[in-house]
T-cell receptor
Framework: ELKVEQNPLFLSMQEGKNYTIYCNYS?????LYWYRQDPGKSLESLFV?????AVKQEGRLMASLDTKARLSTLHITAAVHDLSATYFC????????????FGKGTSLLVTP | NAGVTQTPKFRVLKTGQSMTLLCAQDMNHEYMYWYRQDPGMGLRLIHY???????AKGEVPDGYNVSRLKKQNFLLGLESAAPSQTSVYFC????????????FGPGTRLTVL
């Protein structure tokens, strides 16, 4: 069964700083997803990473995937308050109808 | 095109009551899923369906039943609600493989007293 672990679970950072969220997964996952969730809202898709070495960037967020290490990272550059949210990574297992297996989420707070 | 919709948005039940959550999608997707989200736990798969008339258990199926009588609808039932089922429930759907996208509904916040 695919297990997904994120760290840190809580992150408070100052505006303008850089930081990385890590996502480890236990077995083969043919896709790696990153989602954002604002309080009381649904999940917003950020990135889907398909293969080893994949890197995707959108604004101040950059995601990468290392399938050999079973590791994905979400790098935040020059954080701004609007990035405050909970970020989830998820792997797609090969069973369960290609359902997603989620990490516990990283709650990010960006302060002035 | 409404995407994935969920009914109701909020509900409060007493222990032992029953209810059905409705998920509807207008994208002609085969695959549909029910997840629950609890604080600090991420989302966990309850049941899923790979097509009309089919359902299967996910990671946390106990206390829930599902039905997929029509392709566009996926119903989640609680026969006898328990406080442990207090959660936010998300429905999702996806097109066939090799599509990568999974579309999530807005969620149903359920409280069981």
């Amino acid at each position: 069964e695919l297990k997904v672990e994120q760290n840190p679970l809580f992150l408070s950072m100052q505006e303008g700083k850089n930081y990385t969220i890590y996502c480890n997964y236990s077995t083969t996952s043919d896709r790696l997803y990153w989602y954002r969730q604002d309080p009381g809202k649904s999940l917003e898709s950020l990135f889907v990473l398909l293969s080893n070495g994949a890197v995707k960037q959108e604004g101040r967020l950059m995601a990468s995937l290392d399938t050999k290490a079973r590791l994905s990272t979400l790098h935040i550059t020059a954080a701004v308050h609007d990035l405050s949210a909970t970020y989830f990574c998820a792997g797609r297992g090969l069973n369960s109808g290609y359902a997603l297996n989620f990490g516990k989420g990283t709650s990010l707070l960006v302060t002035p | 095109n409404a995407g994935v919709t969920q009914t109701p948005k909020f509900r409060v039940l007493k222990t032992g009551q029953s209810m059905t959550l409705l998920c509807a999608q207008d994208m002609n997707h085969e695959y549909m899923y029910w997840y629950r989200q609890d604080p600090g736990m991420g989302l966990r798969l309850i049941h899923y369906s790979v097509g009309e008339g089919t359902t299967a258990k996910g990671e946390v199926p106990d206390g829930y039943n599902v039905s997929r009588l029509k392709k566009q609808n996926f119903l989640l039932g609680l026969e006898s609600a328990a406080p442990s089922q207090t959660s936010v429930y998300f429905c999702a759907s996806r097109p066939p493989i090799p599509s990568d996208t999974q579309y999530f509904g807005p969620g149903t916040r359920l409280t069981v007293l």
